[in-house]
């Protein structure tokens, strides 16, 4: 089956510029998580949504990040007036449930000019 | 204090060198430990989940165990294709997300 896809597979933005980066899931997997993984570092958790509970936001680095996930399927992860710190590889992931192995989508590679 | 830390950050192997990577980790109770292999380009791809200590999974090549306090991932005559970043990652009981490492960049040459 289709594994979890993400568009656009690039970006690249000039500064102050919004973005939004979509996540399509693999289907039947309710739960889904965002991360970013900037050069040489590790994965960093950004937001996990859960069926229809309220997502955990804990992990977005400020307001300037929002999520949404419509319909228990397809999300999409905004940043408003981007900064050249936000460059990065923004990574979606989804699982049958929250302590189910994870499965990732290739990431968008995010570039702030 | 880092959670999940990976040792060594590089390792260059020959094809048919058996070696280890390690995974240590801190966590107040673990609710698993996920390895993933990475390739340039791509998103991680998963390969081992292990729950408790003294746990053991195998695929191929590769064999991960796990103690208390750390996981390794045996690879057993490893071939080029195996050349790839190896991510380790913990989940938290209480949390819903999971705490990579930084990774092993392991090359296997021929």
């Known amino acids: 089956g289709a594994g979890v896809s993400q568009s656009p597979s690039n970006k690249v933005t000039e500064k102050g510029k919004d973005v939004e980066l979509r996540c399509d899931p693999i289907s039947g997997h309710t739960a889904l998580y965002w991360y970013r993984q900037s050069l040489g570092q590790g994965l960093e958790f950004l937001i996990y949504f859960q069926g229809n509970s309220a997502p955990d936001k804990s992990g977005l680095p400020s307001d300037r990040f929002s999520a949404e996930r419509t319909g228990g399927s397809v999300s999409t992860l905004t940043i408003q007036r981007t900064q050249q710190e936000d460059s990065a590889v923004y990574l979606c992931?989804?699982?049958?449930?929250?302590?189910?192995?994870?499965?990732f989508g290739d990431g968008t590679r995010l570039s702030i000019l | 204090e880092d959670q999940v830390t990976q040792s060594p950050e590089a390792l260059r192997l020959q094809e048919g060198e058996s070696s280890s990577l390690n995974c240590s980790y801190t966590v107040s109770g673990l609710r698993g430990l996920f390895w993933y292999r990475q390739d340039p380009g791509k998103g991680p791809e998963f390969l081992f989940t292990?729950?408790?200590a003294g746990e053991e999974k195998e695929k191929e090549r590769l064999k991960a165990t796990l103690t208390k306090k750390e996981s390794f991932l045996h690879i057993t005559a490893p071939k080029p294709e195996d050349s790839a970043t190896y991510l380790c990652a913990v989940q938290e009981v209480g949390n819903n997300d999971m705490r990579f490492g930084a990774g092993t960049r392991l090359t296997v040459k021929p």
């Open positions: 992931a989804s699982s049958r449930s929250e302590n189910q192995p994870q499965h």
């Open positions: 292990l729950y408790s």
